[in-house]
C-alpha cells in the first residue's frame, strides 16, 4: 500500500480541512508585539558578535541611558540659549562652567556617533562600517510614533512660549523709556529686579496670550510691543491649528485600528457565545485575532497583494529559498523545483502553544519552519505523549502529505513560530512532471524515515516493513548479480561441463522460482529469481525458504502439474514452491 501511495504521488488532492484549536491557556498575549517580531525569511541572533571591535548597536541598554542623557543636555541648551540673550546674562561663573561641561559632552556623542551601527532600511541589516557611518546617519526609529510625535507638538509649543516671552521681555529692556512698557507699568525699575521675577512675568504673558484668555493685567503699551503681539497672535492661530489638526490625527490613527479590533473581537465572542463554543477554542480564537492585528503590517498577502507576480515571486525566493535549501526533504532537487516551490509557498505566523496540525486530520498541508519551535505529540488513550522537538528548517506534516494518509502526529508550537506552508494538491502537481526530483525527493524522505526514532516509527506501523523491504532490496539485488555473473562466466566456459556438474553434488540445469501459486502474485513477483536445481527436492524447499522467507511442502509447474521428482524439468522451467 505505501510504495503506491508513493509512486502516485500525483494524485488528485483531498478536501481542504482547515482546524485549529488552542491546547493550553495563553498568556499575556500583549507580549506579542509586531516590534519583536523578525522578518520572514531572517535568523536572528541573540548577540551580534560579527560587528567590528567597538562598534556597539543602537538597541544597546547603556547607549540608550547616554541617549536620554543627551535629550536632557539638548533641553538645558534650548532654554539657556534663549533665556541669556533675552535677559542679557552672558554665561559667567557657575553658568559657563555649566555651559563647558554640557558642550564636552555634545563632542564626545560626535565621537562616539562613529562606533554606533545603524540600520540600514533598504536591507534591514546593521551596517557597521565607520566611513558608512560617518556617511549616512539613521534615526532611531524603535519608539512609539503616538508618543513621538505628541512630545513633538508639546515641545514647539514650550519652545515657542519661551521664546516668544524672552523676547518680548528684550524689547521691554531694550525700550528708550522703561516705565514705558508692558512690564514697566507693572513692575517699577524691573531692569533691577531678579531675573527670575522678569522671565516669570514673561513666561505669564506668553502662555495667556497662547491660550487666548487675556486677563488684561498684562498688555502691550507702546507701538513696538503692539506690532509685536499682533504678530504673535496670527502666528498662534496656525500653531494651534496645527496642534489640534495633529492631536486629532494621532487619536483617529490610534483608534481607528483598535475600533477594529474590539470589533472583530465582540463578533467572535457572540457567534462562541450563540454556540456554546467550550472555552479551549474561545481562547484559541481570540488568540489568533490579536495576533492577526498585532502583525498586520506583516502579513505578506495583504502588502503584496498589488505588486506583479513576478515580483512576489522575487520576494519570495529572496526571503524562503534559503530555508528550502535546507530543508532535508528538498536536498539535492533542481533549481527549478525549488523556485516552483518557493514561489506557491504561504507564510504564516503561529502564537505559543497553538496547534498547527491535529492528529488524524486530512493532509492538506505540509509546513517548513522558519523560526521558532514545534513540538511532534501523540495521543495514546487520551494521554498526550511528546516524541521529538522540531526546528528551524524542519518540516511538519509531510508523512501524511506524502502518503496521503490522516496526519500521524499532532503539532504544536512551543513558542511564536513562523512558518511557510505548502499546499498537498499544489505540490504534487509540481512533481509530478519532475521525474528525477521526484526520484530524488523519495529517497531523501526514506532516508529521513530509517532515521527517526524507534517511539516514532511504531505511531505509524506499515513503515516498520516499509524500510524492512527497502532494507531486503539491495540483498535481493546483489544475489541476483551474483548469479547473473556466474551463468555468464559458465557460458563462456561450457568445456567445464558436459551434460553432468563439474564439480560433485553441482546441477548444471538452471531454473527460475517463484513463492507463489501460479496464478496468485503481481507482475514484479512473476519475474521470479533464477538459480541452478539443487540435487533433491528437500534443497529446492530449503532454497525457496531462503529466498522467499517461508517454507513450502509442494512444487508446482506452470500449469498447476505437481513435480515429483527433479530429473525430469528442464532448463529455464518456472517452478512455484507453494
Not at 489568533?288 to 502583525?295: P, R, Y
Amino acid at each position: 500500500m505505501s510504495r503506491t501511495v508513493m509512486a502516485d504521488i500525483g494524485s488528485s488532492p483531498l478536501p481542504l480541512l482547515f482546524r485549529r484549536r488552542s491546547s493550553g491557556e495563553i498568556r499575556n498575549l500583549a507580549t506579542v508585539s509586531s516590534s519583536i517580531l523578525p522578518a520572514f525569511g531572517t535568523v536572528v541572533d541573540d548577540g551580534y558578535s560579527h560587528l567590528n571591535k567597538y562598534v556597539i548597536v543602537p538597541y544597546d541598554q547603556r547607549y540608550r541611558w547616554w541617549q536620554t542623557f543627551l535629550v536632557v543636555l539638548v533641553l538645558y541648551s534650548a532654554w539657556a540659549s534663549v533665556f541669556e540673550l533675552a535677559f542679557n546674562k552672558t554665561a559667567r561663573g557657575p553658568l559657563l562652567i555649566v555651559d563647558m561641561v554640557v558642550d564636552v559632552f555634545f563632542a564626545i556623542d560626535i565621537v562616539l556617533t562613529f562606533f554606533v551601527a545603524y540600520l540600514d532600511k533598504s536591507t534591514y541589516l546593521l551596517v557597521d562600517d565607520h566611513k558608512k557611518i560617518a556617511l549616512r546617519l539613521e534615526k532611531d526609529t524603535r519608539f512609539s510614533y503616538f508618543w513621538t510625535r505628541l512630545l513633538k507638538l508639546l515641545g514647539v509649543i514650550v519652545f515657542a512660549v519661551h521664546s516668544a516671552g524672552c523676547f518680548y521681555y528684550w524689547l521691554a529692556r531694550h525700550h528708550k523709556t522703561p516705565a514705558n512698557t508692558w512690564i514697566g507699568t507693572a513692575v517699577e525699575d524691573f531692569k533691577h529686579r531678579s531675573v527670575w521675577l522678569c522671565y516669570t512675568y514673561s513666561i505669564y504673558w506668553s502662555i495667556v496670550t497662547l491660550t487666548t484668555v487675556g486677563y488684561g493685567d498684562l498688555h502691550a503699551v507702546n507701538t513696538g510691543e503692539k506690532i509685536f503681539n499682533m504678530i504673535y497672535m496670527l502666528f498662534n492661530i496656525g500653531l494651534t491649528a496645527y496642534t489640534i489638526g495633529n492631536m486629532t490625527n494621532l487619536v483617529v490613527h490610534a483608534a481607528v485600528r483598535t475600533f477594529a479590533m474590539r470589533d472583530s473581537l465582540n463578533e467572535l465572542l457572540r457567534y462562541a457565545s450563540k454556540n456554546r463554543l467550550p472555552e479551549g477554542l474561545r481562547e484559541q480564537m481570540m488568540a489568533h485575532m490579536q495576533l492577526k492585528f498585532k502583525t498586520a503590517e506583516l502579513q505578506q498577502e495583504e502588502v503584496l497583494q498589488d505588486l506583479p507576480k513576478a515580483i512576489r515571486s522575487s520576494i519570495a525566493q529572496h526571503l524562503f529559498r534559503r530555508t528550502v535549501e535546507k530543508s532535508y526533504l528538498f536536498n539535492g532537487v533542481s533549481e527549478d523545483l525549488v523556485s516552483q516551490l518557493v514561489s506557491d509557498m504561504k507564510a504564516e505566523y503561529f502564537p505559543p502553544k497553538v496547534e498547527i496540525i491535529l492528529q488524524n486530520e486530512i493532509p492538506t498541508d505540509f509546513y517548513i519552519l522558519v523560526s521558532g519551535a514545534v513540538d511532534l505529540l501523540t495521543y495514546k488513550n487520551g494521554t498526550e505523549q511528546f516524541l521529538s522537538k522540531l526546528g528551524a528548517a524542519d518540516m511538519a506534516g509531510e508523512i501524511g502529505v506524502i502518503f496521503n494518509i490522516p496526519q500521524p502526529f499532532t503539532v504544536r508550537t512551543k513558542r511564536l513560530s513562523q512558518v511557510v506552508r505548502i499546499s498537498h494538491h499544489h505540490f504534487k502537481q509540481m512533481i509530478q512532471p519532475q521525474g528525477e526530483d521526484g526520484k530524488i525527493i523519495i529517497a531523501n524522505f526514506m532516508k529521513y524515515l530509517q532515521g527517526l526514532k524507534e517511539d516514532v516509527l511504531q505511531e505509524i506501523p506499515f513503515l516498520t516493513e516499509l524500510l524492512a523491504d527497502q532494507n531486503q532490496k539491495p540483498t535481493e539485488q546483489n544475489e541476483e548479480q551474483q548469479n547473473r555473473e556466474t551463468l555468464e562466466s559458465q557460458d563462456a566456459n561450457p568445456e567445464g561441463r558436459t551434460g553432468t556438474s563439474s564439480l560433485p553434488g553441482e546441477s548444471t540445469i538452471r531454473v527460475i522460482i517463484h513463492g507463489h501459486h501460479p496464478s496468485e502474485g503481481t507482475s514484479s513477483d512473476r519475474l521470479g529469481k533464477l538459480v541452478y536445481l539443487p540435487d533433491s527436492l528437500q534443497d529446492l524447499f530449503n532454497l525457496a525458504e531462503k529466498k522467499f522467507g517461508k517454507r513450502g511442502s509442494t512444487i508446482l509447474m506452470a500449469d498447476g502439474s505437481k513435480v515429483e521428482e527433479l530429473n525430469v524439468l528442464r532448463e529455464n522451467d518456472h517452478l512455484f514452491v507453494v
